[in-house]
């Protein structure tokens, strides 16, 4: 029996992130889906011309732009990671849909013509040691960006502009985020944190 425990252990945090990848696959094909009936816009593009969502999305109010794509999303519960321990599960929409409901970020700066480009993922994100806090990250030029320790354990999980989904550790999120551009620097790389 003891030597089962370990392996159920490992088991079910495997099971864990594989649904955190399924939820994030289907925030994707939202966002994919949004894309292809609005001319190949993604909603951060309308956000970004509505100065008043905008406005709320800086504050950190982040569950307006996914209110905007609930027709996309089966589900609020797509927008909650199965391993994080802060947040809860929403019933709708409008009936108390917050931030709080939220376990993912997305870019604002995302576009169909850098495919590579990460459009959304886990949001336990650490810049240079420190936890991310709600808001617009700007993605610093250098320093460090990693995963922190209390979700997949230090690994975490991310939605690309092209549709598809890809799990990675701290060391390879920095490297994917410079390549996303194939090499020209892209200095408004915004994220929004939940």
């Not at 307006?64 to 990671?81: D, F, Y």
Request: with cysteine; hydrophobic share 40%.
């Amino acid at each position: 029996m003891v030597l089962l425990l370990p392996a159920l252990a490992a088991a079910k945090r495997k099971a864990s992130r594989i649904n955190c990848v399924n939820c994030v696959k289907q925030i994707s094909l939202g966002f994919k889906t949004w894309e292809g009936d609005k001319g190949d816009k993604y909603p951060m593009y309308f956000a970004q011309t509505n100065s008043e969502t905008m406005k709320l999305i800086s504050t950190g109010k982040a569950y307006v732009l996914w209110q905007t794509m609930s027709n996309e999303l089966a589900t609020p519960k797509v927008l909650r990671c199965p391993d994080d321990a802060e947040r809860t599960y929403a019933a709708s929409f409008t009936t108390g849909f917050s931030d709080t409901n939220i376990s993912y970020f997305f870019s604002l700066d995302a576009a169909d013509i850098y495919p590579q480009m990460i459009l959304d993922g886990d949001d336990n994100l650490a810049v240079n040691g420190f936890r991310v806090k709600p808001g617009i990250l700007n993605l610093p030029v250098t320093g460090s960006l990693t995963w922190t320790k209390e979700r997949h354990h230090g690994a975490g999980n991310i939605g690309m502009a092209d549709g598809s989904v890809l799990q990675m550790t701290s060391s390879s999120l920095w490297t994917t985020v410079t390549a996303a551009t194939n090499g020209t620097p892209f200095m408004s790389y915004r994220w929004v944190i939940p």
